[in-house]
């Protein structure tokens, strides 16, 4: 039923491949935690920017479940959803995912019915039978959009199908959540597994100006209690290392329930953004004390939201705009970047290399 409704993956490839090909991408969007049984008004404002593709970022559905046909009964609904149909309908959608679409909250490696959970994903989202992401050990995939010079690469991570056991301290004292998170710093602990890590160093040479990579859950901020790429700060430090030459490279993020821009000087030699967008209908409508956050640059501390990159490929060095916008329409984060800051050498030196390892050592 699902099925005759949207638009089948191959389609949308097909009326997009000259597109993808000769049109440089202008607008990329993206949002997460989206509930399947509530209203979703915040499409018809994404619809308004007229994004080149559409990003979701996990928690696309709320299933919390190791019954499969409960997972595919979340799915059935959110595709039930006219302002998600109109989405499909007109905007390329690209999406990875977090814990309660992939089955259980703060679910790793562990989650018993992960390779099922995986088969659900790419039916939903219509990923055709022979794709080499049906063989792989998650949902992670690349793509490419836009003519030579002006190319837009795409990655999606999944930071759930092979992630280690999270490290849990209990605090009675904590009436919100019971505890946090420690770091988690043994040398075989993973986010991404073996083959992820291969795949994505792979993908890191694809030749791009701007590479969007998208993770579910935050990689700047390291002050949470909660879920970050800085429970495992190894895997967080390898992953910037990763960037040093694979320039033009910014992260999207979900999973917070609130959006914020955060930005820090990292092993990547420029300037680390990490654009976190959320929730798509699910956010805090009370408001609350924004949570610490040492790299915060901008914060949206309540109310559902969207995010936006936008490219401007006409300047001399084009510029990009980080946006934040709200379920009424309105842009409340909104921070520029040249795409010349995006690349090596963008900081200091004594900003990158660790101190042991300085001539100086001051």
Not at 126 to 143: M, T
């Amino acid at each position: 039923m699902i099925r005759a409704r949207l638009w089948p993956l191959a389609s949308i490839l097909l009326v997009t491949a000259g597109a993808a090909e000769d049109v440089a991408p202008t607008r990329i969007a993206f949002g997460s935690c989206l509930g399947q049984d509530g209203v979703q008004p915040i499409w018809q404002h994404v619809l308004a920017h007229k994004p080149d593709v559409f990003v979701l970022l996990g928690d696309n559905v709320y299933a919390d479940t190791t019954d499969a046909t409960e997972l595919r009964a979340a799915y059935v609904k959110l595709g039930a959803q006219p302002g998600y149909q109109s989405l499909r309908a007109s905007t390329r959608v690209l999406a990875t995912w977090d814990d309660h679409d992939y089955g259980e909250n703060d679910a790793g490696a562990e989650y018993p019915l992960k390779e099922e959970s995986k088969q659900i994903f790419l039916d939903f989202f219509e990923v055709p039978r022979d794709s080499p992401r049906r063989k792989r050990d998650g949902v992670y995939h690349a793509e490419v959009i836009g003519p030579p010079g002006r190319r837009v690469q795409i990655i999606l991570l999944d930071t759930r199908y092979n992630r280690s056991p999270l490290v849990w301290q209990a605090d009675a004292s904590d009436q919100v959540d019971g505890g946090r998170y420690l770091r988690n710093s043994d040398p075989g602990a993973t986010v991404l597994g073996a083959k992820q890590w291969a795949w994505l160093e792979q993908q890191l040479q694809v030749p791009a100006q701007v590479r969007i990579i998208a993770s579910s859950i935050q990689v700047v901020d390291e002050d949470t209690t909660g879920e970050t790429w800085a429970n495992f700060p190894l895997e967080r430090k390898r992953l910037f290392t990763l960037l040093w030459r694979a320039t033009g490279s910014v992260f999207i993020s979900g999973d917070r329930h609130f959006a914020e821009l955060s930005m820090m000087a990292s092993e990547a030699g420029y300037p680390t953004y990490d654009l976190t967008s959320s929730s798509l209908n699910w956010s805090e409508r009370m408001f609350r004390m924004p949570e610490r956050n040492r790299h915060r640059v901008a914060v949206l501390n309540r109310g559902d939201n969207f995010g936006l990159i936008e490219i401007d490929w006409a300047r001399r060095d084009p510029l990009l705009r980080f946006k934040i916008i709200d379920e009424e329409g309105e842009v409340m984060i909104n921070h520029k970047v040249e795409l010349s800051v995006l690349r090596e050498s963008n900081l200091p030196w004594w900003n990158v290399v660790p101190k042991q390892d300085r001539a100086d050592k001051p």
